[in-house]
């Protein structure tokens, strides 16, 4: 059952590679930030960044429509400002505002943007499986046409509810995307020493979904092979599984240097770096315009969250009414 990697999709509209650049950058610059503000221990606690696997998250998210819907991880900043999320009110939510997406109450692990098509990135490591699972259900039985995208990492491919829900999904044809990000590491345990079997893509395979390794440091393979996964799912073909091979280049989180991985490794991971490897097809004038245009925005958006109020401790805690 397993599917090769596409080959080279139709030619690109420079267009469209710009505006994937612009999303892929914007993530970058904003976890520059995101990663300056817990250093300085302006935000207390730990954070996640995704910086390096932006193409994973940008690539499929450029292939659904409005009213699909993701699951990410702790890991979530880009897969939330791939979907459109406005960066002023992730920084807010990440900063404890009263204008954060989550009116300051989430931060960086737990950021919720329904508008925006994402029920949640969750800390615990697979949950994002589950909760993706389940709104492929709900899209099934409701009939909407909407689909569902999962993403989650290697490690997370040793958990229980992966098998359950690959099971499940595989059995009842959910119209979802498993979206692994295989970073070779799970906090410092390199993948292979942990994962039975040798191989990612065979355990879905096992399950009956077609799946495919995807170079997820390339953009437009991903969002080629998560198109055709989309249109699979969209005829009511079933789950598709995309092994999206990246890294990412800072440690697990704030508190971890990565001084595990082998120097080679890192150098060579840094030469595949999504964003230099897609400008690389843009032009000189467009990557230095988006690049003007996207710090301009980054910049504006830290200053108008740091001016937010801070939330009213007595105010209700979620956005959203309670339905009676
Ligand atoms: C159920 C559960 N077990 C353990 C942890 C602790 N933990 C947090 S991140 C992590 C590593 C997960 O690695 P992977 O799935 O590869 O994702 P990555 O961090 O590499 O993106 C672990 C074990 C957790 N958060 N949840
Ligand atoms: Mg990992």
Known sequence: MTIET?????????????RLYAVMLRIRLFEDEIFRLFLANEIEGTTHLYQGQEAVAVGVCSALERGDMVAATYRGHGACLAMGSDPERLFAEILGKETGLNM????????????????????????????????????QLQRDGTVAAAFFGDGATNQAYFHECLNFAGARKLPILYVCENNLYGEWTPMQEVTAGGSIVARAAGYGIPAQVVDGNDVLAVREAAREAVARARRGEGPTFLECR????????????????????????MGRDPIPRLAAQMGDEAVERIHDEVEAEIEAALAGAKAAAWPDPASPATPWKESS
Request: aromatic share 6%; proline share 4%; with cysteine.
């Open 6 to 18: 596409s080959a080279a999709g139709a030619p690109v509209a420079q267009e469209e590679l710009e």
């Open 104 to 139: 300051g109450r989430g931060g960086t692990m737990n950021v919720v943007d329904l508008e925006h098509g994402v029920v949640g990135c969750f800390g615990i490591v697979g949950g994002s499986i589950a909760a993706a699972t389940g709104l492929a259900l709900a899209s």
């Open 246 to 269: 990246t890294y990412r280049h800072k440690g697990h989180s704030k508190v971890d240097p990565g001084k595990y991985r082998p120097k080679e490794e890192v150098q060579e991971w």
